[in-house]
């Protein structure tokens, strides 16, 4: 079974500084997706980014990129020139790339606020 | 409508009362998905439907009863439910569940609150 921690209940930054959320996860899967969520207040999740096991280079969606450490099974998500609206639980999510069901488990997630 | 809708946003309702949720979702999606998102902990899968059949009940109590007529209708019937099953119900859709891997949207939710 899987398991994805973020450890961080909470995170606080000044609107355009740089935050980075934290998540580990274990696994003796070789091949999986790694994604995070956002769920603003308004309850939509969304996805804002994923990394695929397989891949070295580490994803990025315009001011958000991740820091992908297979070896430490740790996956880090940076906001870059945070803003406003970025506030959110922010939640890491863990995905086996084979098998049924495409199953996502989740970490409890991260209240991520920006102050202004 | 665009994405994923659920209805109601917000429902309270006594231990002894019969209540459904309903989800519609509006990209031409195959497979529908219940959580449930408690306070201080990790989005739990409920059930899972591929193409209006069932293919995973995560050990759910058989209080919440799911109902898929079509892929783009997903229902959960509640009945006789306890004040810890006071949650958020999140349903999402997406294009498949194997053979690669499926983004999946998530609607906004409905507030529960068993009195």
């Known amino acids: 079974a899987q398991t994805v921690t973020q450890s961080q209940p909470e995170m606080s930054v000044q609107e355009a500084e740089t935050v980075t959320l934290s998540c580990t996860y274990d696994?003796?899967?070789?091949?999986?997706?790694l994604f995070w969520y956002k769920q603003p207040p308004s309850r939509q999740m969304i996805l804002v980014i994923r990394q695929e096991a397989y891949k070295q280079q580490n994803a990025t969606e315009n001011r958000f990129s991740v820091n992908f450490q297979k070896a430490a099974k740790s996956f880090s998500l940076k906001i870059s020139d945070s803003q406003l609206g970025d506030t959110a639980m922010y939640f890491c999510a863990f995905m086996k790339k084979t098998g049924a069901n495409s199953k996502l488990t989740f970490g409890k997630g991260i209240t991520l606020s920006v102050r202004p | 409508e665009t994405g994923v809708t659920q209805t109601p946003r917000h429902l309270v309702m006594g231990m002894t009362n019969k209540k459904s949720l309903k989800c519609e979702q509006h990209?031409?999606?195959?497979?529908m998905y219940w959580y449930k998102q408690s306070a201080k902990k990790p989005l739990e899968l409920m059930f899972v439907y591929n193409f209006k059949e069932q293919t995973e009940n995560n050990s759910v109590p058989s209080r919440f009863s799911p109902e898929c007529p079509n892929s783009s209708h997903l229902f959960l019937h509640l009945h006789t439910l306890q004040p810890e099953d006071s949650a958020l119900y999140l349903c999402a859709s997406s294009y498949g569940t194997s053979g690669g891997v499926y983004e999946q949207y998530f609607g906004p939710g409905t507030r529960l609150t068993v009195t």
């Open positions: 696994t003796s899967e070789s091949n999986y997706y």
């Open positions: 990209l031409g999606h195959n497979a």
